[in-house]
C-alpha cells in the first residue's frame, strides 16, 4: 500500500499548490472518504475517496503549460463568482489549468497557466524568487511634475505601503511628453497591486500596466498578443528560471 500525503495529492492532481491545498484542508473543504481531513493526512489513492469541496479529485493525466496575454479587464482566477471571464476562457478547456500568481483585472500582460501543482509551487514560493518586468504608462499632475531621477530614486529606494517595504529591483524611466512617463520596472515580489500601489504613493495615475516578462519568459520572445496563448514545454519555464532541480 502506498501512502502519500494528501497535500501532494491535490497538487499532483493539478488541482492548486501544496500550500493552497492546505489552506483547503484547514478550512475543512477536504474530504477523505466522506470525513473531513486534517493537515499531515496520508492517503492510498487507489483507495481513498478525495473530494474538494463535495467534487471528487481525481489524478491528473497530462500536464499542459500556457503562456497567455491576458488583455485588460479579463480576471486572473480559476472562476469567478460574478461570472466575469477569466483567463481559464482563453485556453483549451480540458485538462483542466489553473493560473499561476495573478494579474489584476486592470492590468494585461503575460501570465502562466499549467495543471502542475509542484510548478505553481516552485514559482510562487517566496524562496524562488523570479524577476517580473511591467511597462506602465502613467502621468503625473501638472502642479506637481517629477523628474525622472525623482520617480527612479524613490521606486528603487523603496516605499512604506501597508507596514510593508515596496520596491523595485531596477527601472527606467522616459519622459514621453509633458507629465506623461513611460516606465520599465522589474520586481520579485508579488504584493497585490504593488505598482500600482507604489505608483499611486508618488502621486502619479497608472495610465496601462503590462506585464512583458516572468523571469527570462517575455512577450516579445512569445510573439503573443492580446487574448493569445501559446503551449510551452515545462523544460522551457524551468529553463527560464533557471532552475532544474
Known sequence: ????????????????????????????????????????????????????????????????????????????????????????????????????????????????????GELTNLLTHPKNEHEKEYEVAVSSSKYQVLSIKEVEKQLLEGLIIEGKLMKADSVKVTLIHNTKYLILITIHTGYNRQIRKMCDKINLTVLKL???????????????????????????ILTQINHTD
Open 210 to 236: 503590462t506585464r512583458i516578462r516572468i523571469a527570462k519568459s517575455s512577450l516579445n520572445k512569445l510573439n503573443l498578443k492580446p487574448g493569445e496563448y501559446k503551449k510551452i514545454t515545462k523544460k522551457e
Open 1 to 116: 500500500m502506498l501512502l502519500i500525503r494528501l497535500n501532494k495529492y491535490l497538487s499532483d492532481s493539478g488541482i492548486c499548490s501544496r500550500r493552497k491545498a492546505d489552506e483547503h484542508i484547514l478550512a475543512g473543504e477536504v474530504k477523505v472518504d466522506g470525513e473531513i481531513a486534517s493537515l499531515g493526512t496520508k492517503i492510498d489513492p487507489s483507495i481513498n475517496r478525495i473530494e474538494l469541496n463535495n467534487e471528487v479529485v481525481r489524478p491528473k493525466t497530462e500536464l499542459v503549460y500556457y503562456a497567455v496575454y491576458k488583455p485588460k479587464g479579463v480576471i486572473s482566477t480559476a472562476s469567478d463568482e460574478k461570472d466575469r471571464k477569466t483567463v481559464i476562457d482563453l485556453v483549451p478547456k480540458s485538462p483542466r489549468v489553473y493560473p499561476i500568481g495573478r494579474l489584476d483585472k486592470d492590468s494585461e500582460g503575460l501570465i502562466l497557466l499549467t495543471n502542475d
